[in-house]
């Protein structure tokens, strides 16, 4: 089974405070995602890479930045963190192939509160 | 552009009920369809796809969706709910884009 790993499942932060959100998944995935969950929204994209050291903005990426250096891991950068950043992060990676039909797989989520 | 649409925010059903979650979707031509359940404090796992062929696709779980293009729906269908069915659904259209779409959810409660 292809695994999504996010390092950190609770984080308390201060505004300000610059925080890392780490994802990494074992299955030679071309594609990964950065998704922020809040309730009544629904998931809205943040970020997405295509591929290593390639990088797009999603719906919402202000206050938000990426890295992707390696093929299995993707960060997601707060680099002022403010009190609405206070949400679930989800990171998810799929094949590139024909990618609107792939099926995505998703870590646990990264819960983070900012205070 | 694309969208999806689920109708209802939240459903309250008893166990062994038989259910149905609605979602509409915006698309010119035949999307990719997903429906993804989350448990609480979880990510989302897969229930089931479409893509093609049969309108009605089987999923894990007992559940089960049906492709009406007439009414762009892809309803989400189980015969009969258990209490660990309690989550929330996402249906979420894939076509056309390398982004998908993503329905607000419907939390589903189940009663004892």
């Known amino acids: 089974d292809v695994k999504v790993t996010q390092s950190s499942r609770y984080l308390v932060k201060r505004t300000g405070e610059k925080v890392f959100l780490e994802c990494v998944q074992d299955?030679?995935?071309?594609?990964m995602f950065w998704y922020r969950q809040d309730p009544g929204l629904g998931l809205r994209l943040i970020y997405f890479?295509?591929?290593?050291?390639?990088?797009e903005k999603g719906d919402i990426p202000e206050g938000y930045s990426v890295s992707r250096e390696k093929k299995e891991r993707f960060s997601l950068i707060l680099e002022s963190a403010s009190t609405n950043q206070t949400s679930m992060y989800l990171c998810?990676?799929?094949?590139?192939?024909?990618?609107?039909?792939?099926?995505?797989?998703f870590g646990a989520g990264s819960r983070l509160t900012v205070l | 552009a694309q969208s999806v649409t689920q109708p209802d925010i939240h459903i309250t059903v008893s166990e062994g009920a038989s259910l149905e979650l609605r979602c509409n979707y915006s698309?010119?031509?035949?999307?990719?369809l997903f429906w993804y359940v989350q448990s609480p404090g979880q990510g989302l796992q897969l229930l089931l796809k479409?893509?093609?062929?049969?309108?009605l696709v089987q999923g894990i779980k007992g559940f089960e969706a049906e492709f009406k293009r007439s009414q762009s729906s892809f309803n989400l269908r189980k015969p009969s709910v258990h209490w660990s069915d309690a989550a929330e659904y996402f249906c979420?259209?894939?076509?056309?884009?390398?982004?998908?779409?993503f329905g607000k959810g419907t939390k589903l409660t189940v009663n004892p």
């Open positions: 998810a990676s799929r094949w590139a192939g024909n990618s609107g039909a792939n099926v995505l797989t």
């Open positions: 299955m030679d995935h071309e594609n």
């Open positions: 479409y893509f093609s062929g049969d309108t």
């Open positions: 698309y010119g031509a035949t999307p990719y």
């Open positions: 979420v259209s894939g076509g056309g884009s390398e982004k998908l779409v």
């Open positions: 890479s295509y591929d290593v050291k390639m990088k």
